[in-house]
């Protein structure tokens, strides 16, 4: 059974920078999309940016584009966040997700072709 483990998160002010890191163990089949989402408070989880594994395309939320950064680390099995200029807005918990879906780069922000998802970690941005 695949496992997803987000660490990185934080405190930082508006203007910091931080780099979520998620471990992927266990694997059994190809994983095609690697995802990070966000959901703050009262608020539905949202895609953040997206990474097709297989070609390292990548898809980002208008919201990030320019200040948000994802990568993989085959070697690792890692996924990466490198997330700069952070806003108040950015608060939320932030989590990773994993599709087997060949399809998934057509619906990168879908909740509904991840099989795997992380825990969790919280982002918390001040003013």
């Known amino acids: 059974q695949g496992q997803l483990v987000e660490s990185g998160g934080g405190s930082v002010q508006a203007g910091g920078s931080l780099r979520l890191s998620c471990a992927a163990s266990g694997y059994t089949y190809s994983i095609h999309c690697m995802t990070w989402f966000r959901q703050a408070p009262g608020k539905e989880r949202e895609g953040v940016a997206a990474i097709y594994t297989g070609g390292d395309n990548t898809y980002y939320a208008d919201s990030v584009k320019a200040r948000f950064t994802i990568s993989q680390d085959n070697a690792k099995n890692t996924l990466y966040l490198q997330m700069n200029s952070l806003k108040p807005e950015d608060t939320a918990m932030y989590y990773c997700?994993?599709?087997?879906?060949?399809?998934?780069?057509?619906?990168?922000?879908?909740?509904?072709?991840?099989?795997?998802w992380g825990q969790g970690t919280q982002v918390t941005v001040s003013s």
């Open positions: 997700a994993a599709s087997r879906t060949p399809y998934c780069s057509f619906a990168y922000f879908s909740t509904n072709v991840y099989n795997y």
